[in-house]
């Protein structure tokens, strides 16, 4: 199947969802990021980042559908902090990322490339962003706020840090805290 044949026109009135797009999907949907192992992919993405088991599952879900905007878009398209959180992770298991992931399932390489910096690429990150959360509606419907919040609020400040937690005390803010206790 050639790439081509994924890539939408925002703005004609092409239908989002073609046999090829379908397929593509299809694909994404089978990746199993929760193989029968101790820890495996999801559960270690959520003892790394403090997320309860369905909270890492539900990022994975917004990971998938990253990606395949990633292939469908014409233009380059900007992860929100929790999806990059996932892609940083899978990029370590490397092996199933390029041959599983990019090899079988999404066809094609998808590289993360890091932000230059400055005023210009935190520019375009935005705008690309903005893009991305107009595709996601287009192919998913409104994406859930906690997973991909609005444009200004992506960019306010970095959310997470990686700190050794062996040499550090993490306390969370009250509300964080209290907002936790009432998901339970």
């Known amino acids: 199947m ?3 044949q994924l890539k939408i026109d925002l703005q004609s009135g092409e239908p989002a969802w073609t046999p ?18 101790p820890l495996n992919f999801t559960r270690r993405l ?3 980042h403090g997320w309860g ?5 539900a990022a994975v879900e917004a990971y ?3 990606c ?3 292939i469908v878009s014409p233009t380059p398209v900007t992860p929100s902090e929790v999806v990059d959180e996932v892609w940083h992770q899978h990029l370590i298991y490397s092996r199933d990322y390029w041959m599983v992931w ?3 399932r999404l066809l094609a390489p998808l590289h993360h490339d890091p932000t230059s910096g400055g005023p210009e690429a935190q520019a375009t990150y935005r705008r690309q962003y903005a893009e991305t959360l107009a595709l996601h509606e287009r192919f998913f419907g409104p994406p859930r706020q906690e997973l991909w919040p609005a444009t200004h609020l992506r960019f306010a400040s970095p959310r997470y840090h990686v700190t050794d937690r062996s040499r550090w005390l993490v306390v969370p ?11 339970r």
């Open 64 to 66: 998938r559908r990253f």
């Open 53 to 57: 088991l369905e909270e890492a599952r």
């Open 46 to 48: 959520a003892r790394d």
């Open 20 to 37: 090829a797009r379908r397929d593509l999907w299809r694909r994404i949907e089978q990746h199993d990021f929760e193989p029968d192992t």
């Open 173 to 183: 803010k009250p509300i964080a805290w209290i907002r936790h206790l009432w998901r």
């Open 2 to 4: 050639q790439r081509a």
């Open 102 to 104: 990019c090899g079988e």
């Open 68 to 70: 395949f905007l990633a």
